[in-house]
């Protein structure tokens, strides 16, 4: 075992004063791999206005932010976005991102299991789903595993370094429809 897969991560629910640890985690992934959707244009908010984001996670029923901090440094974020509109709100959309550094220790299955458990025990979300790019294997491979299945390809999904990629729209269905 390496030095850092020897490191205690603690796992928490975001916090509003975890804002501009947020943005930095953002920036740092945007810049470290293709396959986030944010590029180096970066997150494009202030700490405050993310600060109020995060209070209204805190609030809402169907939307979630999870940490991994090695230390003080925030390591990976999962997420649940939930939208208000009654049609709609079942649905929670996940996202997660990982600091490089930190790939094939087992970090993302733990975060997205745990993320599955939260949707499970809501009692609001009834659909996770989730866009990736479809050359990003390793996240395929985890959503997979833990049950998503892939719905759709999105031709010219995304557009990366000037290449036009294959999105792929996958869905986990939660609980019993009611
Ligand atoms: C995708 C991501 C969350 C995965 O997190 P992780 O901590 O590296 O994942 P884990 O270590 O839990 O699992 C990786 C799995 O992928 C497998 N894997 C690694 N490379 C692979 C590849 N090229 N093809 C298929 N599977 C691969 C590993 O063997 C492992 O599988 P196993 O658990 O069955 O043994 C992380 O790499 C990340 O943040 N990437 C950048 C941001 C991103 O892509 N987010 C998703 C956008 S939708």
Known sequence: MSEKEAVAITIR????????????????TSLETGFMTVGAEGPGI????????????DESENNFLLLA?????IIGMASIKGSASPKIK???ELGISILKEYWGMGLGTLLVKDLIEWAESSQVIKRLELTVQKRNERAIHVYEKLGFEQE????RGVKDDGV??????MSRLIGEAD
């Open 90 to 92: 079942h649905i929670g």
């Open 69 to 73: 901090l090695d230390d003080e440094i």
């Open 46 to 57: 202030t700490p405050e206005e993310e600060k109020r984001h995060l209070e209204n996670i």
């Open 164 to 169: 036009y990629l294959d999105v792929c729209l």
């Open 152 to 155: 759709a390809i999105m031709k």
């Open 13 to 28: 629910t975001a916090l509003p004063s975890d804002a501009a640890g947020v943005l930095d985690h953002i920036r740092q």
